[in-house]
């Protein structure tokens, strides 16, 4: 950069995101902005929310969503206003074949890794390799260490979730494999994750440990300068943009969290409600073996207590299988966002402290110091990348949960009407005994 007091970092203001450049993008013939102004410390315009809802553009390219499908006649009907349209892909990945190894010191599972790509990074057009658990840790490990001013989508919870005892069960291992694909989609779609080494050791390398072992890689000129932010500074205050962004996440995964919640102690009242329905139902049949006349009708119930028992299981699988995970990924998804922008403060805070020593010194020096530019531009990274993710991220969110509520009232609408069509059809056989009469 060229000698001159610091420039004021740009704002979103007015203009869409897509329209910024990337900081580390801007040429030396835009560096006389900002001309002999004093440099804030603000650093940033604050731009002004309607409410406590955080609301940003919705015009940037939105990633690929893997949220559960549902073959329901409702949700197949759902048009997305929203959807991707006219995106070339030129990577395609994928998880499954889940397999389990026993060994003297351990078990656990792996899954196969399917790639398809034309790009020119990968040597081959297609690769497979198997993972584990760790595997997947190791790379979101490395993409927060090289991609810092980047949300790192989540992986699925280490550990088992709650209500399930065996991680190796199918159900257990099915739902995994499900977040796991749904990990690597959301990195293939980001425009800049998905061209990450690392990313491509993963996919490609027939042996991981290799790579593992190396250690720390080298990370990427912004990610080497966050690493080494001790936290010593203490930031001001956010611009306000980046404050709301802040309340915004913990409210939402405040409501989020209640939710899920809820929704699990439904789930274990809708299990205990099915034991007594499967109980219930028999007394019925048992019942009608004494009885004449009332013999039929008195099946016709166990049978039709026995249809609701069967559609109510199938609305507790769906809820525990596509609701509840779709609740947890976006509660771990608050958390990375809130990582990221503790990062981003932090780098703001030493920027600031950076203006403040600078201006201590009472020195007219034309030329800003290299490390107070270095630090500056830091900044403007973080600004960029952050507001960047943040709407794809809006726009994930909103695509995934219109889904998922669909399914979920499709799914409810489903389990009504099978309940409803199950008491129904015993009525004929209660008003032909009655004509009988």
Same mark, same amino acid.
Request: contains cysteine; aromatic residues 8%; charged residues 30%.
């Given at each position: 950069?060229?000698?001159? %007091? ?19 993008? #801007? ?198 300068? #966050? ?55 028999? #007394? ?12 039929? %009708? ?27 995970? #779709? ?111």
């Amino acid at each position: 950069m060229a000698g001159g %007091p610091p420039k004021a970092l740009l704002s979103s203001g007015p203009h869409s995101l897509r329209d910024m450049p990337h900081p580390l993008a #801007v040429s030396s013939s835009e560096e006389a902005v900002g001309g002999d102004s004093t440099p804030s410390p603000d650093l940033l315009v604050a731009r002004s929310f309607g409410d406590k809802d955080l609301i940003l553009p919705n015009g940037g390219t939105p990633a690929g969503t893997s949220s559960p499908a549902s073959s329901s006649s409702l949700l197949n009907r759902l048009q997305l206003d929203d959807e991707i349209d006219g995106e070339t892909r030129d990577l395609f990945v994928t998880v499954d074949d889940p397999k389990k190894h026993v060994c003297t010191m351990e078990t656990y599972i792996t899954y196969r890794i399917t790639t398809k790509s034309t790009r020119v990074e990968f040597d081959l057009p297609e690769y497979s390799v198997r993972r584990r658990y760790q595997d997947f840790d190791w790379l979101r490990s490395k993409l927060e260490e090289s991609q810092p001013t980047h949300l790192i989508p989540p992986l699925p919870e280490k550990f088992v979730v709650k209500g399930v005892v065996d991680r190796f069960s199918e159900e257990f291992v099915e739902t995994r494999r499900k977040a796991l694909d749904k990990f690597l989609k959301r990195i293939t779609d980001h425009p800049v994750l998905s061209f990450n080494e690392h990313f491509n050791v993963f996919l490609t390398a027939k042996d991981l440990n290799a790579y593992r072992k190396q250690g720390i890689a080298l990370l990427t000129r912004v990610g080497e300068s #966050v690493k080494h932010v001790t936290g010593g500074y203490k930031l001001r205050s956010r611009p306000l943009e980046f404050a709301a962004i802040g309340e915004y996440l913990d409210t939402f995964a405040l409501k989020l969290g209640t939710i899920d919640r809820i929704a699990q102690r439904i789930i274990k009242e809708e299990i205990e409600y099915l034991v007594e329905l499967r109980e219930y139902g028999p #007394v019925y049949s048992t019942w009608s073996a004494l009885e004449g006349e009332l013999a039929e %009708p008195l099946e016709g119930v166990s049978a039709c207590i026995g249809n609701c028992s069967t559609a109510l299981e199938e609305l507790t699988d769906d809820m525990t299988e596509d609701f509840l995970p #779709v609740l947890r990924e976006y509660i771990l998804y608050s958390d990375s966002m809130k990582s990221v922008l503790k990062k981003r403060d932090q780098v703001q805070a030493e920027y600031e402290a950076k203006l403040e020593a600078m201006a201590l010194r009472k020195e007219d020096r034309p030329k800003v110091p290299a490390d107070v530019e270095k630090c500056q531009d830091r900044v403007e990274c973080f600004n960029a990348d952050l507001k960047a993710d943040m709407e794809r991220w809006q726009n994930n969110k909103r695509q995934d949960f219109r889904q998922l509520l669909m399914g979920l009232a499709d799914k409810n609408i489903q389990y009504y009407e099978k309940c409803l069509m199950a008491w129904e059809s015993i009525i004929p056989l209660l008003q032909e005994k009655q004509e009988a009469k």
